[in-house]
C-alpha cells in the first residue's frame, strides 16, 4: 500500500556522463526546478541528483529516491536517445512493476511538432511499486526547452493549448497509486482528473 503524505516528493535526476564529471553545468535540474516552481500551486519538496549513464547507477539511484526517501514522482533527464551510452529507459524498466506507455507516446508526438528525429527518443513512463510505497517515474529529455514543451504541452499565442502536455495526467495517476493531491497553476498546466475525483476547495 502507498503512503500518502501532504507534500509532493519528487525526485529529479540528471543523468550525464560530462556534466556529473563536471565537464559542464547541467540544465537538466534547473529547468525542471524552475517549471515545478512555476506549475504546482501545492506544497513540493525535491531530492536532487547528478549521476553518469551508467546502468547500475541509474538503477540504484531510482530505487533509492522511491523505496528509501518515498519520492511520490522520480523525474529524469537525459539518456534517451539510440546511442551506446543511453541507458536511461532500460533502467527504469528495470526497476518498474509497470509501464505507463501513453506517457512516452505523447512526448514524442509533442516532439515531432519540431524535428522529424523525435521518433529517435526512448523516453518512457513507469510505476515502481513496493509494499509500502509507490511512484510514477519519467524520462524526460535533456534540452530546458523540450523539458518545458514536454511537461507543458504547445500553446498559441492566446494561450490556447494545442497539443496536451504530459504532467495535465500525472496528478490524477500519482492520486491513483496512493500519493498526495496535486494541484497545479492552470495558466501554466492544468491538471485534468475525472469530476469523482476532484477535491471540493
Not at 97 to 103: C, L, R, W
Amino acid at each position: 500500500m502507498a503512503t500518502t503524505t501532504d507534500i509532493l516528493k519528487v525526485g529529479l535526476v540528471s543523468v550525464s556522463d560530462r556534466a556529473a564529471a563536471g565537464v559542464y553545468q547541467d540544465q537538466g535540474i534547473p529547468a525542471l526546478q524552475e517549471w515545478l516552481a512555476g506549475a504546482l500551486s501545492t506544497p513540493f519538496e525535491t531530492c536532487v541528483r547528478l549521476i553518469p549513464d551508467e546502468q547500475a547507477v541509474i538503477e540504484q539511484t531510482l530505487i533509492e529516491l522511491v523505496d528509501q526517501l518515498h519520492c511520490d514522482l522520480v523525474l529524469t533527464t537525459g539518456g534517451t536517445g539510440p546511442s551506446r551510452r543511453d541507458v536511461t529507459p532500460e533502467a527504469t524498466l528495470a526497476v518498474a512493476s509497470k509501464t505507463m506507455p501513453g506517457f512516452g507516446e505523447q512526448m514524442r508526438q509533442i516532439s515531432l511538432q519540431f524535428v522529424p528525429t523525435a521518433i529517435l527518443s526512448r523516453q518512457l513512463a513507469a510505476i515502481r511499486e513496493t509494499p509500502e510505497h509507490a511512484a510514477l517515474l519519467m524520462n524526460l529529455p535533456g534540452q530546458p526547452k523540450a523539458i518545458r514543451e514536454t511537461l507543458e504541452g504547445l500553446k498559441d499565442t492566446d494561450g490556447k493549448q494545442l497539443v496536451a502536455g504530459i504532467f495535465a495526467a500525472v496528478p490524477y495517476c500519482i492520486d491513483l497509486i496512493g500519493g498526495p493531491y496535486i494541484e497545479t497553476h492552470d495558466a501554466v498546466c492544468k491538471a485534468f482528473r475525472p469530476k469523482s475525483a476532484l477535491r471540493q476547495k
